[in-house]
């Protein structure tokens, strides 16, 4: 009781000093000054695996998620592929990190990691090159986005060496996530409550490499506990890099990952991102506030910011999948539209009978517009123009 009533004081003391004689105050402070979004369970953007945290007493699922970047990065895969390893690799490992994470990402994949140097840059830096190496294609939105999980409050991020990292994940349509309010310092024990979120949000989980007692390790039993599929990379015997990795494999708690360049035997179905807003709708205006009201008419697709609260997912494939169509000038009919998705999608089961309904919903709520000739198109787009090559950057807060 002595301990109870001492912790009891120090928490007076501090909401002593919280902001608490109007809502707007406190709002700017547990926003980082309108710099970071707050989503919950009832967002159409949080991640439900995380659910899975509540099936033992002694765990809890976050009660919110603070963040940076484009929220709809965190559902925009049913099973997202988790990287973790040691933060010093050798170069064995950071190129199965790299690869891992560009082979998931090539496939439509979210790829999962901390912040870390070592294996978990090395999987953010794979996913954006799968980005890349789309932009320029008819579809750029294919390729999977990259999500960073931390310990401590977003603008706390570290290690300084990623900052450039970071702001590549941001522009790129990603998103940097914690469970800790703006102003939490990343102590060590926080790391292991992180490793918990890493893998619940995951799938599949790829341990790349990892030392007898690496932070890495924590993670894998963390997505053992809760059935993720464990695949851990194989190395040299004598190396100590590999002892964890080797351990794990030994012991029948991870299955052997046969190569980093073909991972399509321990993901799902390639599938498109499932996204319902753009990079372009999550930015931040000039005053660093989170926007995604205002409406964006130098757009090349016609879409306006507003399409961020589609919550149904087949409606948010759908208006990517007319988006695709009318980048490459392809007329989009149901029937075009049925097959892009189908094509799109494969692991999905998608009915004439709920294409047709999610149809309906889209042009009842006012985003596409059906022809006389049941042609489709987005309601009030224009055709597109040329743009300048930085158009789809992001503007954020740093």
Same mark, same amino acid.
């Given at each position: ?116 140097? @070592? $294996?978990?840059?090395? !999987?953010? =830096?794979? &996913?954006?090159?799968? %980005? ?6 008819? +579809?750029? *939105? ?72 690496? @932070? $890495?390790?924590?993670? !894998?039993? =963390?997505? &053992?506990?809760?059935? %993720? ?6 190395? +040299?015997? *004598? ?81 990517? &999948? ?12 149901? *029937? ?63």
């Amino acid at each position: 009781m002595e301990r109870f009533h001492a912790a009891l004081e120090r928490w007076r003391e501090r909401l002593a000093a919280l902001p608490l004689c109007g809502w707007e105050p406190l709002a700017d402070r547990l926003t980082f000054h309108g710099g970071q979004w707050i989503i919950g369970p009832a967002s159409p953007y949080w991640p439900h695996q995380l659910d899975d945290l509540a099936i033992r007493s002694d765990w809890a699922p976050p009660l919110c998620l603070w963040g940076m970047g484009d929220p709809a990065a965190l559902v925009s895969c049913d099973e997202p592929v988790a990287v973790v390893g040691s933060r010093d690799i050798n170069d064995y490992g950071r190129f199965v990190a790299r690869n891992v994470g560009l082979q998931a990402a090539r496939h439509g994949h979210l790829v999962v990691s901390g912040g870390a140097k @070592g $294996a978990d840059a090395a !999987a953010h =830096w794979g &996913a954006l090159a799968a %980005r890349e190496e789309r932009k320029d294609s008819d +579809d750029p *939105d294919y390729a999977g986005r990259t999500v960073a999980v931390f310990a401590g409050g977003v603008e706390r991020r570290g290690p300084s060496c990623n900052f450039r990292l970071f702001d590549a994940m941001l522009t790129a349509g990603g998103a940097l996530v914690s469970e800790m309010p703006p102003g939490t310092i990343p102590e060590a024990r926080r790391f292991l409550l992180r490793n918990r979120i890493i893998a619940a949000m995951a799938g599949v989980v790829v341990v790349a490499q990892a030392r007898h007692r690496s @932070g $890495a390790l924590n993670t !894998a039993t =963390w997505a &053992a506990e809760m059935n %993720r599929t464990l695949v851990a990379a194989p190395g +040299d015997i *004598d190396e100590p890099y590999n002892t964890g990795c080797n351990r794990l494999v030994h012991d029948g708690k991870a299955v052997l990952l046969a190569s980093a360049t073909d991972i399509g035997d321990i993901c799902h179905a390639e599938h498109t991102p499932y996204l319902s807003v753009t990079p372009c709708a999550a930015a931040v205006d000039e005053d660093n506030r989170f926007d995604t009201g205002h409406a964006d008419t130098d757009r090349t697709d016609g879409v306006t910011p507003n399409d961020s609260d589609i919550a149904d997912p087949l409606q948010s494939m759908m208006m990517t &999948a007319i988006r695709a169509l009318r980048r490459r000038d392809t007329v989009c009919t149901a *029937d075009t539209l049925l097959a892009e998705l189908r094509s799109r999608h494969p692991g999905k089961v998608i009915s004439v009978a709920g294409a047709q309904q999610a149809l309906t919903a889209l042009e009842t709520s006012g985003r596409i517009a059906v022809d006389a000739d049941g042609t489709i198109a987005i309601a009030g787009a224009t055709r597109a123009r040329p743009m300048p090559e930085d158009h789809l950057s992001v503007r954020h807060p740093l």
